[in-house]
């Protein structure tokens, strides 16, 4: 059960049959969401794709975050890996410590945080600034844009080059291979396993280079040189790199063109958002809660009743993070947009061990893409709402969503 | 008003210095700290509290 044409049939009954590559549901999985967290079975389960489990509901949600013995990190997508495929050097490199569990997660991740804490990622305000400004400058004078290829999807990738110290021209290049193993791959491992190895490929270079030639002030320098503190490997340096790629691109990338997209049908929220530019903070923090683009997967460890629904070990746990942010019994009006939301207690970058180590940095990018683009154009529209395409599966967000102004 | 961060629980979601950054700060690892020693000023309770009811991790504990 793992090709499209074994698990693509119509959806009949969601709470029992759901299919988060449905077409449907990838253009607007909330309706979906909605109906299994409101009916009698608000954790799914489907054979789909291998079989998994699907809870919607924000307690149920959270409580699996947050239970990472129980609910492992030993496969965090809703289809197998294909590293098994994978031999010799390239085998045994994952993305720690997004795939890593403790007790190796501790130090896999305390290496990172520190790159990623507010007061860290706040010196790429200006270059991010800065690349939104020359974006815009290359298609304001054309009337017309692709929000998504034109804007959202250039952004975090360059970012994220920067942060890494690599090549920027490298950008279309990492775009197609993270596309490669998060769009196309999940659902075709001979593509995953591809794109998969052309990153670490050219990470592998990166690492040689920085060996002979260190460098001041660079992530892969300091990462090679942390060994005195904690058993790092060029495996471990690897698969950060790796992670980098994979969950700084197009999760960021999908949360500016969700927001984008959201702003071009709502003038009002705009000209709030002018007016009020102390709201930006609280703002941003309502678009991820709306508009989540992630949705990470867990490994059940060991048989186990959860919420009265068998789960088995080694069976699939999709965390549904935009389903437990439209949670009424957490959110009021959950699917209305209220970018002055005070109690806004969501989960868009996780729950747990696992919350997203570069939750900072997307929300300095969301941001000051979103204020550039209003400052050059603050007044936009859809040119077609139904010609607007979607990514969907795990990462949810606009692709092709092209803007007149 | 005094506040503190349960270390064990914080996550690093920094929800709560976006709710209340004159009392929520980051430590080198982006954890939450508590930028005021002592009582919390009477101004600063509501968006406190609005802090503490952001946390997804529980880890802000108010003591009146």
Known sequence: MTTVEENSGPVTDPTSDYNIFDA??????????????????????????????????????????????????????????????????????????????????????????????????????????????????????????????????????????????????MADEFVSWVRGVLEVGLTDPIVRLENRNKIINFFREELADRKKNPRENDLITDLLNSGDKYPVSDQYVLGVCNLMLIAGIDTTWSAIGSSLWHLAQHPEHRKQLRDNPDLWPTAVEELLRAYSPVTMARLVDRDIEFQGCPMKAGDRILMAFPAANRDPRQFENPDEVILDRQHNRHVAFGSGIHRCAGSNLARLELRVALQVWLERIPEYSLVDPAAVTWAGGQVHGPRVCRVQF | MRVRVDEDSCQGQQMCSIAAPEVFGSDELGHATVLIAGDIPEHLHAKTRRAQANCPEDAIIIED
């Open chain 1, 24 to 169: 449907e549901f990838v253009r607007d999985p909330y309706p979906t969401m909605s109906e299994i967290r409101e009916s009698k079975c608000p954790i799914a389960h489907t054979d789909r794709w291998g079989g998994s489990w699907f809870p919607t509901r924000y307690d149920d949600v959270v409580a699996i975050a947050q239970e990472h013995e129980i609910f492992t990190s030993r496969s965090i997508t809703v289809t197998a890996s294909p590293l098994r495929q994978a031999e010799g050097p390239y085998a045994g490199i994952a993305a720690p410590p997004i795939t890593s569990d403790p007790p190796d997660h501790h130090w896999h991740r305390r290496l990172i945080l520190p790159v990623f804490a507010p007061q860290s990622v706040a010196k790429y305000e200006q270059g991010t600034r800065d690349l939104c400004n020359r974006l815009i400058d290359g298609f304001i004078d054309k009337g017309e844009a692709d929000a998504g290829t034109d804007y959202a999807q250039q952004i975090p990738v360059r970012v994220i080059s920067a942060m890494l110290g690599v090549r920027d021209d």
